[in-house]
Each structure stands twice: as C-alpha cells, then as structure tokens.
C-alpha cells in the first residue's frame, strides 16, 4: 500500500459518503418519451419534463430536437406548444434548457390523472410543421392520479415520512462536506 494512502483515506471516505448521498437523494429515473422524424430532417422527442407525471405536480412538457446528431437551437422564436386535455387546450411558450443545446421546457401543472396530448407547431428551419403527440404505452405517459402514490393517506390524518429518504442523503452529504472542509483546515 502506498505511504501516502492513510493521508487519502479521510478524503476517498468523504467522497464516498458524498456519492452515496446522492444516490440516496436522486429520483428514480424511467423516461417515457415518444420519438419521431419530423419532415424526414429532425428528430423531435417528446415527453414530460418529470416522469411519472402525477396529477396536481408541478411538472411541464420537454422536447428534444437534432438534426443526425446536432441539437437545434433557437426555437423558442419559431415553435409554440399546447397542452390538450379533453376539450381543453393550454398554450405552453418554449424556454431553452441551459446547457443542453437543442431542449426546450414549459411548465404546467397537470390537475386532472389521464391521457395528455401535446400539439408542436410552427417551423424548424424553412419546414412547417404541426404535430400532435398523444398518450400511448410507448411515447408520452399517461398522467397518474395523486391517489396512486399518496400514502399514507391524508384522510387518516398520519403525516407521510417520505422525506426520510432524502433527508439522510442530505445529511450524509453535508457530513462529507463538512469533512472536506475540516480535512483541509487541519493541513
């Protein structure tokens, strides 16, 4: 063993801690997006910004658009966006993503569980375009209800410990922290 690894082994067990708080912290992540070629040039993938979206969560549409392999950037000037639900549309201006070339967001709370439409239209390039993009078990998700996720239930009057997770990742992070911190003040 290395004579310098006792002097490692404070940092290497806080970046540990570090990295376990925040897989800990970290949502599970399953994406259902749907992808399409749009006028045989782009491709445009569409989702929700937050998935699985839950009724009455702040959450937003998000949309991916390349060119091959390049994002396309600028369209918040040429494309508008509207959320369909029923009879009832929202229009949803476009925001680029920073640091991720070619991602646009909106966001908006979906009140009701069931199948969201999202309609893009406007142009990329010189290419009009007008597409909808429904619900299905392979692209855009289906919106779940609150009461498929709430428990316990607030009817019992028992408040829910599903921060727990999060807090103790929170804490371990801040323990790594403040080890890096006291490690380096010490030397």
Do not use: C
């Not at 998935?51 to 949309?63: C, K, M, R, Y």
């Not at 070339?101 to 908006?108: A, E, N, Q």
């Amino acid at each position: 063993m290395p004579a310098s690894f006792p002097r490692l082994r404070p940092l290497l067990i806080a970046i540990a801690i570090v990295i376990f708080g925040a897989m800990i912290t970290a949502p599970g992540s399953t994406v259902a997006r749907e992808t399409r070629a749009v006028a045989d040039t782009w491709t445009v993938e569409i989702g929700f910004v937050e998935e699985p979206p839950i009724q009455s969560d702040t959450n937003g549409l998000w949309v991916k658009v390349t060119q091959g392999d390049q994002p396309v950037e600028g369209l918040e000037a040429t494309l508008s966006a509207q959320a369909i639900f029923g009879g009832q549309a929202r229009e949803l201006p476009l925001t680029p993503v920073a640091g991720q070339p070619g991602v646009y967001t909106s966001v908006f709370i979906p009140t009701q569980p069931g199948e969201y439409s999202f309609l893009l239209k406007g142009t990329i390039g010189d290419q009009l375009i007008e597409e909808t993009f429904n619900a299905s078990p392979e692209g855009v998700p289906l919106v779940a209800s609150r009461l498929d996720y709430e428990f316990p239930t607030a009817a019992n009057g028992i408040v829910s410990n599903a921060a727990y997770p999060a807090a103790i990742g929170g804490a371990l992070l801040l323990a790594g922290v403040i080890g890096l911190v006291a490690r380096r003040n010490r030397h």
